[in-house]
């Protein structure tokens, strides 16, 4: 008999089954008592009437792993229609001590710092499993988002010789005798690849050695990018992502389903347009309705960012809003700049429920454009010359965007602390487990 998901009970009530996981919980009764099973997908409810199988039971801890085989039967009060009755019990392996919070109660009920320093066991609870689940859907329709747009996934290295802003914020590396870095993204090949490809994108961890202690920023996370030639300018970029998260979400509520029920999760709604406003419009709406004066503020804060989210809320009636022209300053030297008004670049970001959750815009394709940036910044040619030289041989029109699965996920969940979406984050502090 081959082992089932307790998932699949449902379409085998009346048959032999066979299960493997966890002891979640077990709960005796006057009557009846109730092993529930936990396994990689979600949880099984084991009927136990004989005794010497109860008394066994009774005396293993919670954690223990176990294989249970009997039969599927349809009743409706069981979780999911269907319990095991008649069972045969086998005992994996059993737990030196017990885990350090109850994983059978409906959320942890404990502080961060406890939850991650026990992520190996904290993780298993139901509702954190969910999250990753929630994340792994959201990128398998990135994935087919852009697969069937003849987008091709590429792998690209993540010890650069450079650093892809142009920065000080990268995490030195001692390679053989020769300073590296961790990468900041993969910026620079994907726009190279453009001319291989056309097409890219990647999922990939990307490094920021930025000393920051607050909710929203991470070290190292999973960055989805992608990078497509021949573009009208930046819109293009973006009416490709916007059809990109409406795919992410579709593909979500199919291979995530019970996660998403557990989350109680609501997805919000993706127009076929999401609404946009320029940079410096936006600055005029914030100051009219703020009092503030942000003449010569090359960027939004992060009060801002929740401001215009109400705004478009309010306005639109849209979760997401795309602010576009960003001043020069505040963006990378191989951003293009805004016909007519060089001060502003064809770059945009997308503010999801007040927040900041993708950056993009339209790049600089002409090599004379490149060195003639660099040197309006007072960088280098010398460690850009790899990828410069993409640009010497021809290049089109082109851009790109990046964002993190770990703060898309933690908008859509309404998490207020990001290290709550990664697996095992690193922060400021931490570099374990």
Same mark, same amino acid.
């Given at each position: ?7 699949? @009970? ?10 493997? %996981? ?5 709960r005796?009764l ?7 099973l936990?396994d990689g997908? %979600?949880?099984a =409810?084991i ?8 008394e ?5 801890? !919670?954690?223990?792993v ?7 039967v349809a009743?409706?009060?069981? #979780?999911?229609g269907?319990?095991?009755?008649? #069972? ?6 059993? &737990? ?7 994983l059978?109660? &409906?959320t @942890?009920?404990?502080?961060? /710092? ?10 298993? *609870? ?14 398998? %329709? ?6 069937? =747009?003849?987008?091709?996934?590429i ?6 010789a450079?650093?892809?802003? %142009? ?5 030195p ?7 590296a870095?961790l990468?900041?993204? #993969?910026?620079?090949?994907?726009q190279m690849?453009?001319?291989? +490809?056309?097409?890219?994108f990647?999922?990939? /961890? ?6 920051h202690?607050?909710?929203? *920023?991470? !070290? ?11 573009v009208?300018d *930046? ?12 795919q992410m ?10 996660s998403?029920?557990l989350? !109680?999760?609501?997805?919000p709604?993706? #127009? ?10 936006? =600055? ?12 010569g503020?090359?960027?939004?804060a992060?009060? *801002? ?8 809320q ?10 576009t ?8 030297f191989?951003?293009?700049?805004? /016909?007519?008004r060089?001060?502003?670049? !064809? ?14 815009? =339209?790049?600089?394709?002409?090599y004379?454009?490149?060195?003639a ?13 790899? +990828? ?19 703060r ?10 990001i290290?709550?979406t ?5 922060? @400021? ?5």
């Amino acid at each position: 008999m081959a082992r089932i998901w307790s998932t699949d @009970l449902a379409e085998h009530a009346g048959q032999q089954v066979e299960l493997a %996981g966890w002891l979640h919980r077990f709960r005796q009764l006057s009557r009846v008592s109730f092993l529930i099973l936990r396994d990689g997908k %979600g949880l099984a =409810q084991i009927v136990i009437e004989e005794p010497a199988l109860l008394e066994q039971l009774a005396a293993l801890p !919670n954690e223990t792993v176990l294989r249970v085989s009997g039969t599927a039967v349809a009743v409706a009060q069981a #979780p999911g229609g269907v319990e095991v009755h008649d #069972p045969v019990v086998e005992v994996i392996s059993v &737990p030196t001590e017990p885990p350090p919070f109850e994983l059978h109660r &409906p959320t @942890l009920g404990v502080q961060l /710092p406890t939850l991650l320093d026990n992520a190996a066991v904290a993780l298993r *609870h139901p509702r954190q499993r969910a999250i990753f689940r929630l994340a792994a859907a959201s990128v398998a %329709g990135y994935r087919a988002a852009l697969q069937t =747009q003849d987008f091709v996934e590429i792998f690209t290295p993540k010890i650069v010789a450079s650093a892809t802003e %142009g920065g000080a914020n990268v995490f030195p590396v001692d390679y053989f005798g020769q300073t590296a870095y961790l990468a900041q993204s #993969p910026q620079f090949y994907k726009q190279m690849l453009v001319g291989v +490809y056309e097409r890219v994108f990647e999922v990939g /961890p990307v490094f920021r050695a930025e000393p920051h202690a607050t909710p929203r *920023h991470l !070290n190292q996370y999973t960055s989805l990018d992608f990078e497509m030639g021949f573009v009208r300018d *930046h819109t293009t970029v973006m009416e490709t992502l916007t059809g990109v998260l409406r795919q992410m979400v579709e593909t979500a509520r199919e291979e995530a389903a019970e996660s998403i029920a557990l989350l !109680n999760l609501t997805f919000p709604e993706i #127009p076929a347009s999401i609404p946009s406003i320029h940079f410096d419009d936006a =600055q005029r709406l914030i100051e009219r309705a703020t009092g503030e004066d942000l003449t010569g503020e090359p960027d939004l804060a992060p009060a *801002h960012e929740r401001w215009l989210g109400e705004w478009a809320q309010r306005e639109h009636g849209s979760d997401f809003l795309y602010v576009t022209g960003y001043p020069t300053v505040k963006r990378p030297f191989y951003t293009y700049l805004e /016909p007519g008004r060089p001060e502003f670049t !064809n770059s945009f970001d997308l503010i999801f429920r007040g927040l900041e959750l993708v950056t993009g815009g =339209q790049r600089l394709h002409q090599y004379e454009d490149y060195v003639a940036a660099l040197d309006a910044r007072g960088l280098p040619h010398g460690p850009f010359e790899g +990828y410069l030289a993409a640009f010497r041989h021809g290049m089109p029109p082109h851009g790109g965007c990046a964002m993190s699965i770990e703060r898309w996920v933690a908008r859509l969940l309404g998490i207020q602390n990001i290290r709550e979406t990664i697996l095992f984050p690193r922060d @400021l502090t931490r570099l374990t487990p």
